[in-house]
């Protein structure tokens, strides 16, 4: 059974940092090919938020362009996402997100809020 455990969300003052990390467990078959990272605000639809493929290229949002990084530790089945200058409009539900050709894996999200 694949399980993706987020942890690392929490409460920030607007320009602060976090780290979210996403522990991945279980095999997939055919492998995992791209890593993302989603977030969610209230009343707003689920955004991709970064990416990072197996090779390692990244892509991110326009809106965190610069202060997000995406990173990947295939050694330790990790994802992980550093949030830097963060911006109360940053505030919402982070989902970590895997995926390959055939199946895509969900975790249950983790909590980032940012205060002014």
């Known amino acids: 059974q694949v399980q993706l455990v987020e942890s690392g969300g929490g409460l920030v003052q607007a320009g602060g940092s976090l780290r979210l990390s996403c522990v991945v467990s279980?095999?997939?078959?055919?492998?995992?090919?791209?890593m993302n990272w989603y977030r969610q605000a209230p009343e707003k639809q689920r955004e991709l938020v970064a990416t990072?493929?197996?090779?390692?290229?990244?892509n991110y949002a326009d809106s965190v362009k610069g202060r997000f990084a995406i990173s990947r530790d295939n050694t330790k089945n990790t994802v992980s996402l550093q949030m830097n200058n963060l911006r109360p409009e940053d505030a919402a539900v982070y989902f970590c997100n895997i995926r390959n050709s055939w199946r895509e894996f969900w975790g249950q999200g983790t909590q980032v809020t940012v205060s002014s």
């Open positions: 990072i493929e197996s090779g390692g290229r990244t």
């Open positions: 279980g095999r997939i078959q055919g492998g995992v090919e791209t």
